[in-house]
């Protein structure tokens, strides 16, 4: 007895934890999702930042501190010209993550850039960067490395270059080209996202945290409500089994010995030496009325209130059941064998009423010649099948159709409901009905 209370302490225990683990892990998970798509946007929306910051800073270095150094010699690459400007691209526009300038004239020909060897070289000019020319549009993209005017950038990885027009005195507009590093540019992305992750990661966090003494409490009160509902259930089984134990006391107390007393009554008279022979074979039919009487009452005693569901286990009231059935020329069968662990009285009788509402539905209905039982217990349920091979129904009329009958699976489907398990209902015309109950054990 106190093993089995441990266990049911135990199971109390877990049923109110793993709805709240899961719970928890539901938020966990639902935390993981919110920072990795958090991580996502905010570094889509920092990269995005930073290449208008590129733009920006490419626009006030190349109109503000390069232009206004560029000559018209700087178009024939006159020496002083590239030096005037070298020197202030190197002093005034170079730092970490602008590392290459080119200026270009319309014809593809590099005319400045602070590797000197692109200087004279000439390429053609992509589509962007002609629109560039002849909008004036401050443009970005991503470098393409593998063209030979950017052969001496491909140890930086990948590059942002952003590009615009500037003028020289005359008027001539030639192509200024900055690369940035684009790791810089992500850095940005991942700067934005450290700006706001500590309070998005918390708050969440203090969320999840907050709820889930929230959820244990919740879980508590409706394992409360189910222990509530298992009480009230207990004692409604009590008062249904005392009532049945007095009504059969009271059966076999009076009308069965009054019965019994008239058979032998009967009897008697049968035998007395003043009885005509056809008065006493009329009293012998009577008496032998009589005693099918009195053996249908005391099965129905039984049937009401089995001593032996409590006496010596559910195995052996089954058992008694299916005689029964087997007596109505049904081929019964009882496996026990996965019944390995005990129930509570509450669990049993509702297996038994399952069993008895099966099995009477099996003998009146069904016109099965075979009927199996099968009962089986885990750390949780105790469950109990009840299968025959008649002509089955449609389960839908339990829902559908209630007035054409089976208003005792209907009460066993309640039954269990209220007991925290459930019953489920497999047939189908011609292929057998499988009635299986569950319940915690």
Same mark, same amino acid.
């Given at each position: 007895?106190?093993?089995?209370?441990?266990?049911?302490?135990?199971?109390?225990?877990?049923?109110?934890?793993?709805?709240?683990?899961?719970?928890?892990?539901?938020?966990? %998970?639902?935390?993981?999702?919110?920072?990795?798509?958090?991580?996502?946007?905010?570094?889509?929306?920092?990269?995005?930042?930073?290449? $208008?910051?590129?733009? =920006?800073?490419?626009?006030?270095?190349?109109?503000? %501190?390069?232009?206004?150094?560029?000559?018209?010699?700087?178009?024939?690459?006159?020496?002083?010209?590239?030096?005037?400007?070298?020197?202030?691209?190197?002093?005034?526009?170079?730092?970490?993550?602008?590392?290459?300038?080119?200026?270009?004239?319309?014809?593809?020909?590099?005319? @400045?850039?602070?590797?000197?060897?692109?200087?004279?070289?000439? @390429?053609?000019?992509?589509?962007?960067?002609?629109?560039?020319?002849?909008?004036?549009?401050?443009?970005?993209?991503?470098?393409?490395?593998?063209?030979?005017?950017?052969?001496?950038?491909?140890?930086?990885?990948?590059?942002?270059?952003? @590009?615009?027009?500037?003028?020289?005195?005359?008027?001539?507009?030639?192509?200024?080209?900055?690369?940035?590093?684009?790791?810089?540019?992500?850095?940005?992305? =991942?700067?934005?996202?450290?700006?706001?992750?500590?309070?998005?990661?918390?708050?969440?966090?203090?969320?999840?945290?907050?709820?889930?003494?929230?959820?244990?409490?919740?879980?508590?009160?409706?394992?409360?409500?189910?222990? +509530?509902?298992?009480?009230?259930?207990?004692?409604?089984?009590?008062? =249904? #089994?005392? +009532?049945?134990?007095?009504?059969?006391?009271?059966?076999?107390?009076?009308?069965?010995?009054?019965?019994?007393?008239?058979?032998?009554?009967?009897?008697?008279?049968?035998?007395?030496?003043?009885?005509? &022979?056809?008065?006493? =074979?009329?009293?012998?039919?009577?008496?032998?009325?009589?005693?099918?009487?009195?053996?249908?009452?005391?099965?129905?005693?039984?049937?009401?209130?089995?001593?032996?569901?409590? +006496?010596?286990?559910?195995?052996?009231?089954?058992?008694?059941?299916?005689?029964?059935?087997?007596?109505?020329?049904?081929?019964?069968?009882?496996?026990?064998?996965?019944?390995?662990?005990?129930?509570?009285?509450?669990?049993?009788?509702?297996? @038994?009423?399952?069993?008895?509402?099966?099995?009477?539905?099996?003998?009146?209905?069904?016109?099965?010649?075979?009927?199996?039982?099968? $009962?089986?217990?885990?750390?949780?349920?105790?469950?109990?099948? $009840?299968?025959?091979?008649?002509?089955?129904?449609?389960?839908?009329?339990?829902?559908?159709?209630?007035?054409?009958?089976?208003?005792?699976?209907?009460?066993?489907?309640?039954?269990?409901? #209220?007991?925290?398990?459930?019953?489920?209902?497999?047939?189908?015309?011609?292929?057998?009905?499988?009635?299986?109950?569950?319940? &915690?054990?």
């Amino acid at each position: 007895m106190q093993n089995e209370v441990v266990q049911r302490e135990e199971r109390t225990r877990w049923s109110v934890a793993w709805p709240v683990a899961q719970f928890a892990l539901a938020g966990i %998970v639902a935390v993981v999702i919110v920072v990795i798509a958090t991580s996502l946007a905010s570094g889509r929306v920092g990269e995005r930042e930073a290449i $208008v910051d590129a733009r =920006s800073q490419t626009l006030v270095r190349a109109r503000d %501190v390069v232009e206004p150094l560029v000559t018209d010699g700087l178009l024939t690459s006159e020496s002083a010209a590239v030096n005037a400007v070298d020197d202030v691209v190197r002093r005034a526009v170079l730092d970490a993550s602008l590392i290459r300038v080119k200026i270009w004239r319309a014809d593809g020909t590099i005319i @400045y850039s602070d590797e000197a060897r692109l200087i004279g070289t000439q @390429y053609d000019l992509g589509e962007e960067e002609l629109t560039s020319l002849a909008g004036g549009a401050v443009e970005a993209e991503v470098s393409d490395l593998s063209k030979p005017e950017n052969r001496f950038e491909r140890d930086q990885g990948k590059m942002l270059e952003v @590009y615009l027009p500037i003028h020289t005195p005359n008027g001539t507009t030639v192509l200024f080209e900055a690369y940035f590093r684009y790791a810089s540019v992500a850095s940005s992305g =991942s700067r934005v996202w450290r700006s706001f992750a500590p309070f998005t990661i918390g708050a969440l966090v203090l969320l999840e945290l907050i709820q889930i003494p929230l959820a244990w409490r919740l879980a508590r009160r409706l394992q409360q409500r189910r222990r +509530e509902r298992e009480r009230l259930l207990r004692q409604a089984l009590d008062a =249904s #089994d005392l +009532e049945r134990r007095r009504v059969a006391s009271d059966l076999h107390d009076g009308v069965v010995q009054d019965l019994v007393g008239v058979a032998l009554s009967l009897a008697s008279a049968a035998r007395a030496p003043s009885v005509d &022979p056809a008065a006493a =074979s009329l009293l012998d039919e009577s008496a032998a009325g009589v005693r099918e009487s009195i053996k249908t009452l005391r099965s129905l005693l039984i049937e009401i209130y089995p001593p032996n569901l409590f +006496e010596e286990g559910l195995g052996a009231a089954l058992d008694d059941l299916l005689a029964r059935a087997h007596g109505r020329g049904i081929t019964t069968s009882l496996d026990t064998t996965m019944m390995t662990l005990s129930l509570d009285a509450s669990a049993a009788r509702v297996l @038994y009423r399952v069993a008895q509402e099966a099995l009477r539905n099996v003998v009146a209905h069904s016109g099965a010649t075979t009927v199996h039982l099968r $009962v089986a217990t885990t750390d949780r349920l105790a469950s109990l099948e $009840v299968v025959d091979n008649g002509t089955g129904f449609d389960p839908d009329i339990l829902r559908s159709m209630p007035s054409e009958g089976h208003f005792g699976l209907r009460g066993l489907a309640d039954l269990l409901t #209220d007991a925290g398990g459930r019953l489920i209902v497999n047939s189908s015309a011609e292929a057998g009905t499988t009635i299986r109950a569950e319940v &915690p054990r």
